[in-house]
């Protein structure tokens, strides 16, 4: 009588041998899906006698596809069990089985001693492109996962990463205007140091003031002060124009055909048809005799002749961002209406007051309340020779010309 154990031997090889066919049919190139082990799990838990087995030859002892013996047979006796071709048939007929060989397996393999080899008339077919396996190096290699295979970035993904750029430009915007606005700042303190330092470079090379109207030159009859600084020093022309003040693109697209403004250069066109543009007003107490308008017996004796005349020197500016070529301010002179044009200089103080540096920045139409403490601030070079930036409300207490009396509060407050 055959115990319960040894009735379990014959269908265990069986679904041994099973595994190693499929392990043949994988080396030799066939695609996993072509041949699943359903039927180990169908197999599992049923076992047949020895008597419902196909007559064949036996396995037992004999070398499988994979070429590693067969396991051997159970103790008290060997089984009937004749070839692996049970398996294929029993693994064929179980449901819920997946695609199978095009070719039945009794055709597609021939039982040799035991071994299976595939026939020469019959042709592996090539496995079929998908997309989980279009880009693998080894297409035979099934990937391991079935989910999704190529990576990128979800919407939300996608949303995260747009918000967290949005929130660090919006930190990062406001600082880096502010660094461009102080670089101007410091690049327009240089320029007007320079055209200071020049200007009394002038007086004593030549033993006189700066003229009102300079030597003819090849672009302009009547020089103007920058014009005679530049044709003297070989680095005024370069100094001329404040970063923060650039001029206009072209000549038809100025705010004003003359006037400068906060963010733009004055404009002067010569008897001779070329122009000159700058962004520094000159401070015309300090012309020599040829001026035509302050050179009255009453306005003579508010000009500064040369360095000795400045009882403050540090507190005296010759040179400072304006919106015009040259001013003469007064004690008594209010602060424009305009802070972005300075009132197109039409006034001495006016050409000043304007908001270049250090401040918000002031609108074009906006009109300016007098009583209200002026905003921002201007670069200005002193007799000294150094220059500093100085608060649009701290104007009126500076030395513009000689017996300057700062007055007790600012005109218009």
Not at 2 to 23: D, H, I
Request: proline fraction near 10%.
């Amino acid at each position: 009588m055959t115990s319960k154990t040894t009735r379990r031997w014959p269908m265990g090889l069986v679904c041994w041998a099973l595994g190693r066919v499929q392990t043949s049919f994988r080396f030799l190139g066939v695609p996993d899906s072509n041949f699943p082990l359903r039927g180990l799990r169908a197999l599992r838990g049923k076992h047949l006698p020895h008597s419902q087995l196909p007559a064949s030859q036996e396995c037992i002892g004999q070398t499988d596809v994979s070429g590693l013996p067969s396991a051997p047979p159970p103790k008290g006796g060997t089984p009937n069990l004749r070839t692996c071709e049970l398996g294929l048939a029993a693994h064929s007929e179980l449901p819920g089985s997946r695609d199978r060989l095009d070719i039945p397996p009794k055709k597609y393999l021939e039982k040799q001693d035991c071994s299976f080899t595939i026939p020469s008339s019959h042709t592996i077919p090539a496995p079929r492109m998908t997309r989980d396996n279009r880009s693998s190096p080894n297409p035979m290699k099934k990937p391991h996962s079935v989910g999704r295979t190529q990576s990128g970035f979800t919407l939300i993904e996608l949303l995260v990463v747009i918000a967290i750029i949005a929130i660090l430009a919006g930190m990062l915007l406001p600082a880096l205007a502010k660094a461009k606005s102080k670089a101007n700042q410091v690049k327009c303190l240089v320029n007007t140091k320079t055209l200071g330092l020049s200007t009394f470079m002038y007086l004593q090379d030549f033993g006189k003031p700066v003229p009102y109207n300079g030597q003819a030159t090849a672009t302009m009859d009547n020089a103007l002060w920058v014009t005679v600084l530049a044709t003297n020093y070989g680095g005024i022309n370069n100094a001329r124009i404040c970063p923060s003040a650039p001029p206009a693109p072209s000549k038809n697209k100025r705010r004003h055909p003359n006037s400068g403004s906060v963010n733009q250069t004055w404009l002067w066109t010569g008897s001779k048809g070329f122009d000159y543009e700058g962004s520094y007003v000159f401070n015309g107490w300090f012309y020599g005799d040829d001026d035509p308008y302050f050179s009255t017996p009453s306005q003579k004796v508010k000009k500064y002749r040369n360095e000795v005349d400045c009882p403050i020197p540090s507190n005296t500016p010759v040179i400072a961002d304006g919106n015009w070529i040259d001013t003469w301010p007064q004690p008594t002179d209010p602060p424009a209406q305009n802070l972005y044009t300075g009132d197109d200089f039409a006034g001495a103080m006016v050409r000043l007051t304007l908001p270049r540096h250090g401040g918000p920045t002031w609108g074009k139409n906006s009109r300016f309340n007098a009583k209200n403490d002026l905003p921002g601030a201007i670069n200005i070079a002193f007799v000294d020779g150094h220059s500093e930036l100085v608060k649009l409300e701290r104007l009126w207490q500076l030395d513009w010309h000689k017996g300057w009396v700062p007055p007790a509060k600012r005109p218009g407050k």
